[in-house]
């Protein structure tokens, strides 16, 4: 039975119960029914959409600003970026993200916890500054790989560095950013008890983005270019039918897990989950066997991108296409050996899943 038609099957004599009684239980039993019929895919598109308030007047660039307090927020996870040798590494950070649009432009505020405030000095050349950028993926075709696009499909980046103007940049994959053209940014900060808070904000584009993506860097820890926390993409207020799809998970990650192993993903790839290793899906931490196609993670892994934040930094189209077409788009630094898999669509489907939980 589908999740929709059971729920219909549960809530049915719910309802009866009800209908005699007042209205508030009648409306409590309604929404309990439209929660049971609601499809697979509402609670991660939820998290997965940046809600977008609306004003008349353009945003104020002041952080601080009681108007920002009214604002929809969102909480968003910064990974350490593992492509990049030499990254922050550490523990996730959360960022608060608001978004308001208004007057002719579009402004975000971002606050992140950051410890000490580096500011920018072109005198100090064994010192980096604390920074922030918001990445703006087209609102056409797929969206591309969130570390700073790929060849051919470019993405806008505004960028706020401590100490200096915000830039409008363009990029399409790792070592492209360049000036944007007419693309005039400004910025905001104020430090708080915790860290930065910055507002952003710029002409609302005609061609709208479809979603954002956010990175920080910590000049404490040396970050600059690669060395950075990043997060997904979060799609802009509505998603379309396009972005549901690429949100979409409908496989069984138990199974995904074992295929992980049996294709022996791990002999190129770091990153399990304790929901594999729990289930006996991957080997114990340290063994070797062929029986595992490879070394078990974190022996001899590496040949492939590092997988251990994989289910929160990509969306699972992204992942579904990682795996149909390997050679499609490259991560810099790894070489194209990975195979295309001879996977049944569900099996795909099931290799997806298990990878979202790796976060």
């Known amino acids: 039975m589908s999740r929709g038609l059971m729920g219909f099957a549960i809530a049915q004599p719910i309802l009866r119960g009800l209908r005699g009684n ?13 929660a049971l019929l ?20 353009p945003p104020s660039l002041d952080p601080l600003d009681a108007a920002w307090s009214g604002a929809p927020v969102a909480s968003v996870s910064l990974y350490p970026q593992a492509t990049a040798p030499g990254g922050p590494g550490g523990a996730t950070r959360t960022l608060e993200a608001r978004v308001l649009r208004g007057g002719g432009k579009l402004a975000l505020r971002l606050a992140w916890p950051d410890a000490t405030a580096d500011l920018a000095d072109a005198k100090a050349t064994d010192r980096f500054a604390d920074a922030a950028a918001v990445q703006f993926a087209p609102a056409a075709g797929t969206l591309p790989y969130v570390g700073m696009g790929e060849p051919g499909h470019p993405v806008r980046v505004w960028f706020w560095r401590a100490g200096q103007p915000a830039q409008g940049l363009t990029a399409q994959g790792f070592g492209s950013l360049s000036r944007q053209p007419g693309e005039a940014v400004e910025a905001q900060s104020r430090r708080t008890a915790t860290g930065w808070a910055v507002v952003l904000r710029g002409a609302e584009s005609a061609d709208r983005p479809a979603a954002v993506a956010f990175a920080a860097w910590d000049g404490a820890e040396d970050g600059r270019a690669g060395r950075k926390r990043l997060s997904a993409w ?33 002999a190129c790839h770091r990153g399990d989950s304790p929901h594999a290793r729990n289930s006996g899906s991957l080997p114990p ?13 974190g022996m001899g892994a590496g040949l492939g991108p590092d997988l251990t934040h994989a289910g929160g930094i990509h969306w699972p189209g992204y992942l579904r296409r990682a795996i149909r077409e390997p050679a499609a788009f490259l991560v810099p630094g790894y070489a194209a050996i990975m195979p295309v898999l001879p996977l049944r669509p569900e099996e795909t489907e099931a290799l997806v899943a298990y990878l979202m939980t790796l976060n």
């Not at 007042?22 to 439209?34: C, E, K, Q």
């Not at 509505?238 to 138990?254: H, I, N, S, V």
């Open 285 to 297: 931490e340290g063994a070797q066997s062929p029986a595992w196609g490879g070394p078990a993670p």
């Open 38 to 57: 609601s499809p697979a895919w509402a609670a991660p598109t939820l998290e997965r959409v940046l809600p977008v308030g609306l004003v008349e007047a």
């Open 22 to 34: 007042d209205g508030s239980r009648w409306m409590v039993g309604t929404l309990f029914l439209l």
């Open 234 to 266: 979060r799609a802009l207020a509505k998603p379309d039918a396009r972005l549901l799809e690429e949100m979409r998970t409908t496989g069984d990650p138990a199974r995904g897990a074992r295929l992980y192993a049996e294709h022996g993903c791990a």
